[in-house]
């Protein structure tokens, strides 16, 4: 189907030198012995990755603690807990850096660091915080006119707006980063642009201008046949012919694309999906399967539980055009499966999307506020200059017009501010009776602890358990390793004289 591709941000301090600061050169540089000391404590640092974030943190915190005026160290760190998939600690340690950079006075640096905790905050599901932090540095980059970098913020905005289904948002600001990386002649991030906005266009069905963009695309990344963004894009052109139905430009597209990835020893997910939906449509059925089946696996293996989704699809129609309906419904029962499950993530998305809304909604109604009270504003200055024109004969009819215009202004105004207030007290009231509610249910449990016996944390891991939590969960969030949780559970079910978590919540219900 589509590639949407992201700026990468995570590099951004190690290839940057706009910025002349001595103090800042002082900081980074490390001896030849002091870097090859740094990589094999960082090395040391990976192959703890079993353990706790609080562990993590402590050994983290130790190696940092050897170069504490080297800001680079921070920035190192958050890369490799980065890249061990752990955002959390990736954007806690990058947030480190822009505490630093910002005590420094060095604006654009503490910048790039927003954006690469932003990237965090996204590859989390968090996309309000992503997006607020992204306009933080956005704003940032235009006072010290850094064009390029305004582009990038541009573009990730985009990417967080079409995952959460804001597609005409997401257009405006990848058209708006295309705007500046044109204006300054590179086209290389142009070309990112240029796919990115196809990608819209493709999801708005669109497929002319999506055609369009996808082609500009290829022509600039077509300039170099080592371009790794040559089979992405070369894969997209090659869908929106299928859907056009010209199977012959799909067919050669497809073609370049995998010739490409076989050379590169590269495995395309999507490609493979879009072959299979090819070879469907040609009605080479056992060609179509074994490569779905490949698009299937590998789906799998990267956890790309959408494209694994529309594969299954792709397979049941296989097996329903060769009459092997038993499979067919197998493959259907898995369909409808993941799709429940991934149903669970979009409504997440979904959530994300309406808190995006609702505090840019908030922001635009306090702006039509002003509006409107600079409206009135200028309303009385003209009706004062047009009573100074006005023949004397009707002075006195006009000046009570103007007055009963003005008594009704302030009423609405009045109204509305009204309407404002109740509205304000009615989302204050909701939050107060939420927060008492939880309070209330804290203080229960924390009574049911008590008569139970138990200690503060086995009370908060039975808490955990009664809210349907695995033993890996509870470790994350009460921060502790597996085993000491399995240690809670078991003086627990001693403690309460029962057998299994379900007994151990019915009995803690029932005090």
């Known amino acids: 189907m589509k590639f949407i591709i ?106 790039e660091q927003l954006m690469n905790i932003g990237v965090c905050k996204e590859i989390s599901g968090n996309y309000p915080e992503a997006i607020e932090l992204y306009f ?29 289904g804001e597609k005409n948002k997401a257009l405006n600001y990848y058209k708006k980063s295309l705007k500046i990386s044109e204006k300054l002649g590179r086209e290389d991030v142009s070309a990112t642009r240029y796919n990115n906005i196809a990608t819209i266009y493709e999801e708005l069905e669109n497929l002319d201008s999506a055609l369009y963009f996808y082609q500009k695309s290829c022509d600039i990344w ?6 790794k963004n040559l089979p992405i894009v070369l894969n997209n052109l090659g869908y929106i012919y299928l859907l056009k139905n010209n199977k012959e430009k799909a067919s050669s597209l497809f073609n370049k694309a995998n010739n490409f990835c076989i050379k590169n020893n590269i495995k395309m997910v999507e490609l493979f999906k879009n072959q299979a939906k090819l070879l469907l449509h040609e009605e080479k059925y056992n060609l ?156 229960d449990w924390k009574e049911k602890i008590k008569k139970l016996g138990l200690s503060g944390r086995e009370g908060d891991v039975l808490i955990l358990i009664s809210q349907g939590y695995k033993n890996k969960e509870i470790a994350e969030k009460i921060f502790v390793s597996i085993n000491t949780v399995k240690t809670h559970i078991k003086n627990i079910y001693l403690k309460l004289d029962v057998r299994n978590r379900i007994e151990a919540t019915q009995k803690a219900q029932n005090i």
Request: aromatic share 10%.
């Open 136 to 164: 933080e540095a956005l704003k940032t980059f235009k006072k010290e006119n850094a064009e390029l970098k305004s582009s990038k913020v541009y573009n990730n905005i985009g990417v967080v707006y079409q995952q959460v």
């Open 222 to 227: 077509g300039k170099d046949s080592t371009n």
């Open 6 to 111: 992201p700026t990468v941000l995570l590099l951004l301090l190690f290839s940057c030198t706009s910025e002349k600061d001595t103090k800042l050169q002082n900081n980074s540089q490390l001896t030849k012995e002091d870097s090859i000391r740094v990589v094999g404590l960082l090395d040391s640092l990976v192959l703890c990755y079993s353990d706790s974030n609080d562990s993590l943190i402590i050994a983290s915190d130790k190696i940092m603690s050897q170069y504490p005026q080297n800001i680079s160290i921070k920035i190192r760190l958050a890369h490799t807990h980065f890249y061990q998939g752990n955002s959390f600690l990736a954007g806690y340690y990058f947030k480190k850096a822009a505490n630093s950079f910002l005590a420094d006075s060095l604006h654009i640096k503490y910048a």
């Open 288 to 443: 179509a399967e074994n490569k779905i089946m490949e698009s299937i696996e590998l789906a799998q293996k990267k956890s790309n539980k959408e494209i694994e989704l529309e594969s299954l699809y792709i397979l049941s129609e296989i097996y329903g055009k060769i009459n092997d309906f038993k499979n067919a419904n197998e493959i259907l029962k898995k369909y409808y499966k993941l799709q429940k499950e991934i149903s669970g993530i979009e409504q997440k998305k979904q959530i994300n999307s309406l808190s995006i809304q609702y505090q840019v909604k908030e922001k635009e109604h306090k702006i039509e506020i002003l509006k409107l009270e600079n409206d009135i504003q200028n309303a009385k200055l003209w009706r004062l200059w047009f009573l100074s024109v006005i023949l004397s004969i009707l002075l006195f009819g006009l000046f009570m017009t103007y007055r009963l215009k003005q008594k009704n202004n302030h009423l609405i105004v009045a109204r509305m501010k009204k309407d404002i207030a109740l509205y304000l007290n009615q989302i204050e009231e909701f939050k107060t009776q939420s927060n008492h509610k939880k309070e209330q249910e804290q203080e």
